[in-house]
């Protein structure tokens, strides 16, 4: 262990920069060997500051080297500046000055990925959230925002492409072989939004034509090989510039914008000002390598990285406990753009499913954190499913209390009146309450409680009277820091349905309607329903209209009720969900007893309804039949006992597949698409329920469904259907699994996104000894550990990989923290979010729970990064 411990930053300790940068001169001369890269800032004090008599301290990396520094031409000697902790001292300053820096780096050694590195063969950066440091010195945090010119030379023919922010402006070709080209981005920014690419790249060009007739030239670019699949990221990109047009009025404001593909990148895809770099996963895109899964994501990236122009961009955060503010408005806005692409209500299924499962099980963990985090030791760990996906709850609740119309008014006012600015959470919260009318201060509790509510209901009907009642309890657990919780502002939207599932008009608050929004924001709180004609049944939550864990005792019957003929389309898969949850809760008692399973409820009738009812969208069909995770069973369970969750759902799986066996064979046929490949909703849908049903089928053990699997793999034409054919061979048990595993490695080996699939299909694999296939597999040429998206594939399957990772003997844990300790030297952040699967150890079953936590200690007792330090120390605390 290190002798220091690193410590806490806080939100409470916020304070304005001590001084300013107006403008950021850049020179980068790139070389193989060593980067010199010469800054200089135009500085001065803050006049919003009260330190004015404030030493200047800049950020730096460890492996920045200072070789000089300037003050407006006069050079520091040594006893002038300090260097302490990777910090850059300067006691005596004027009020008004020009820093001159000139440091070396060695981006070619740079493993974290953080700051200027390689990738392939190209030059490439990564700056938020404090990457910048590590490029040079400087005021790294986000509210100091300056104008940036960059100046990039470095050999012409190596680097024919060399991009950076905003416009170029000017080229020159120098004597030694090599080019200068200068960029000016007349935005001022932070400098988490700076990039700079140099390479050898491909372009394909494009155009798009703003509301108010400006022709913005759109560029993306790849290495050569890829080029050819980079045409749906480019409509994608147009189809987002016109939806924010559209639907926020935010028009793009540069004369260019860029996009560049990287193959090693620690996250999705970032922001920077007309400059977004992506993860080469979450851009490229054809039919013959790409799953529909995929073209929806890369559809939805290229969307949030574009409308972080105006959310994020023009308007920045003050400082990264705000990160929210961009991240989770951001969210909530990829999310509208989907759903106005495809099917609002799949799309829904699809963000609750998740935020359900990996959301609330990091609010019910030893990191669990307000949206709004009150502290942090590395800001990287807070890129989180809270942050992100909570925060956009929290955004889509503000649109539901407010309606479209004023919450539009609301974000105007917002965009306007911080357009240039680093403001906060609350800024935000403010415009969005002037604009409206509508009191926000109870519901910023929002922001700042972590935990996920519970509301229970109950409900009376009076057939006298002809009125209902219903009553909400609220309720927040404890979180680590946060013993106590206030009741929140939440919006309930509820409908009624009569026995035979017709709507149920009923007056509430002097309105009468089927369907009502209800504002808890008591503990408890009554409301009362008038002129209802007969017994309700309620239909709560709808839309999941706050992310909430929402308690009604229903009986099957109802549920099977609202399963068949909710109004609301999110809360027929809810119903759906809530009868499988039921029977394999009773399931895994069962396993955990060592009893005999059997099936206690009618849930096989339900889904079979579901398959004969023609007028149904196929998508949604297959998201009720497709069985909750087992990572969302666990999350629900108070004690996690995987064996017994697995056992469950397959006897489940087989019980469903073995009574449905026409109903399942018959689909198969029917939802065939035909055509050429298209990544569109409705193709999508036929997919999706033509492949479930396909598993199933094959689950139910007929010979010719097996057969059915193998000419899928082989007669695909494309990803989705041959992908799907292997992981249901894979994960069913196949006999010719082994076969076509190999066979689809041959086909694909030299297309290393699709490489990565098999890498995480073949660690997700039920096996004996699977540690020591997963060693083998480590070894394999299509490995790399220095590539993230291979770490990811192939780690992030072995935890889908239950008896393998969970294996009582410990050594699936133990894998994991090897690798986790490997890991951390060469980059701290891709470590630290390995660690998630094992910080749940409290909630495993008791054999499994010692074994965890002595990795834990394992891990925590070397010498951790920041990052790895406050994930283990807070897991183990
Ligand atoms: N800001 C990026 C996004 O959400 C995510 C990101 C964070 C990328 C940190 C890289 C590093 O769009
Ligand atoms: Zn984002």
Redesign the pocket.
């Known amino acids: 262990m290190k002798e220091s411990q690193p410590s806490a930053i806080y939100l409470k300790d916020y304070k304005v920069p001590p001084f300013l940068i107006d403008k950021t001169e850049l020179t980068f001369e790139l070389d193989e060997a060593t980067t010199v890269v010469t800054s200089k800032l135009h500085m001065r004090r803050n006049p919003d500051s009260k330190e004015n008599t404030a030493p200047l301290v800049l950020d730096g990396g460890e492996e920045v080297k200072l070789v000089a520094v300037a003050m407006d031409d006069y050079v520091l000697p040594s006893g002038e500046y300090q260097l302490v902790d990777n910090q850059l001292i300067i006691t005596a300053t004027a009020d008004r000055f020009v820093l001159t820096c000139e440091t070396l780096i060695e981006p070619q050694n740079n493993t974290r990925l953080e700051g200027l590195y390689r990738s392939s063969s190209m030059f490439c950066t ?1 700056c ?2 404090e990457g910048f440091r590590h490029i040079t010195y400087y005021l790294d945090r986000p509210d100091v925002m300056s104008v940036f010119t960059t100046r990039i030379i470095a050999d012409a023919e190596k680097y024919p492409v060399m991009l950076s922010n905003g416009n170029e402006i000017a080229r020159e070709t120098l004597d030694d072989g090599k080019t200068s080209v200068v960029w000016h981005d007349p935005f001022p920014k932070p400098a988490y939004l700076f990039a700079l690419v140099a390479g050898n790249l491909e372009v394909k060009n494009d155009t798009f034509v703003t509301q108010s007739q400006r022709e913005v030239k759109l560029q993306i670019f790849t290495e050569a090989h890829n080029i050819d699949k980079v045409d749906y990221a480019m409509e994608a990109l147009k189809r987002s510039m016109r939806w924010d047009e559209e639907v926020y009025g935010r028009e793009y404001d540069l004369d260019i914008f860029m996009i560049v593909a990287v193959d090693d990148f ?6 920077n000002k007309g400059l977004n770099i992506f993860n080469s996963s979450c851009l490229l895109a054809s039919p013959e390598t790409t799953t529909d899964d995929t073209y929806l994501r890369v559809e939805a990236i290229v969307a ?2 574009y409308f ?1 122009n105006w959310s994020g961009n023009r308007v920045t955060c003050r400082d990264w406990f705000q990160l929210s503010l961009k ?1 989770g408005f951001t969210v909530f806005r990829d999310q509208s753009f989907s759903a106005d692409m495809h099917s609002d209500t799949v799309k829904r299924v699809e963000d609750v499913s998740f935020l359900k499962t990996a959301q609330f099980a990091e609010d019910a963990g030893p990191m669990a954190h307000p949206v709004r985090p009150a502290s942090f030791i590395e800001i990287s760990n807070f ?1 989180t499913l809270t942050v992100y996906e909570k925060g956009a709850e929290i955004v889509r609740m503000i649109h539901t209390l407010l309606g479209a119309e004023k919450f539009r008014k609301g974000s105007d006012l917002y965009f306007e009146r911080h357009d240039g600015q680093a403001v906060t959470c609350d800024d935000f919260v403010a415009a969005m309450q002037e604009a409206s009318g509508v009191d926000l201060t109870q519901f910023k509790r929002w922001y700042s409680q972590a935990g996920t509510p519970q509301i229970r209901v109950v409900d009376e009907y009076d057939e006298q009277g002809q009125t209902y009642r219903l009553t909400l309890q609220q309720e927040t657990p404890a979180t680590p820091g946060q013993p106590t919780k206030l009741p929140l502002h939440i919006p309930v939207r509820v409908g009624l349905i009569d026995q035979s599932g017709n709507a149920l008009s009923a007056s509430f608050n002097g309105d009468s309607s089927d369907e009502h929004l209800l504002e808890l924001t008591e503990a408890e709180q009554v409301f009362e329903f008038t002129q209802v004609a007969t017994k309700p049944v309620p239909s709560l939550l709808r839309g999941f209209s706050a992310p909430v864990k929402l308690s009604y005792d229903y009986s099957s019957a109802d549920l099977l009720l609202l399963l068949s003929a909710d109004q609301d389309g999110f809360n027929r898969w809810n119903a759906g969900q809530q009868l499988a949850v039921n029977e394999l809760n009773t399931l895994i008692e069962q396993a955990i007893a060592g009893e005999a399973l059997s099936l206690t409820s009618n849930l096989v009738e339900g889904f079979k309804a579901l398959l004969q009812n023609d007028n149904l969208d196929p998508a949604m069909v297959a998201l009720i039949l497709n069985l909750p995770s087992q990572a969302y069973l666990s999350e629900l369970a108070q004690v996690i006992h995987p064996n017994a969750i697995k056992q469950a759902r397959q006897y489940l799986k087989k019980q469903i597949a073995e009574s449905l066996q026409t109903e399942f064979a018959q689909a198969y046929q029917q939802h065939q698409v035909t055509g050429p490949y298209q990544a569109e909703a409705k193709d999508i849908a036929s997919r999706s329920l033509k492949n479930l049903a396909l598993s199933y089928w094959l689950e139910s053990g007929a010979e010719t469904a097996k057969q059915s699997v193998v000419d899928q793999f082989e007669s695909a034409d494309n990803m989705t259907d041959q992908f799907a054919a292997l992981s249901i061979a894979v994960h069913n048990g196949h006999d010719k699994a082994d076969n076509l595993l190999d066979a689809f490695y041959q086909q694909w080996q030299n297309e290393p996104l699709v490489v990565n699939k098999w890498l995480m299909l073949s660690a997700s694999r039920e096996q004996e000894k699977a540690v020591d296939s997963m060693k083998t597999l480590m070894k394999h040429d299509a490995f790399d550990l220095k590539n993230p998206n291979k770490v990811r594939s192939l780690l992030g399957g072995f935890g889908q990989n239950i008896s393998a990772f969970h294996h009582v003997d410990g050594s699936g844990y133990q894998f994991l923290a090897d690798q986790i300790l490997v890991l951390d030297k060469r980059n701290p952040q891709i470590a630290s979010r390995l660690c998630t699967p094992l910080t749940r150890w409290k909630k495993m079953a008791p054999e499994l729970r010692v074994k965890m936590k002595a990795e834990l200690e394992r891990i925590m007792a070397d010498d951790l990064s920041k990052d790895v330090y406050e994930v283990i120390s807070k897991s183990l605390a």
Do not use: D, T
């Not at 620690?266 to 922001?271: K, L, P, Q, R, V």
């Open positions: 990564q938020e959230a620690n996250m999705g895809a970032m922001e949030h990285e972080h991240e890129y």
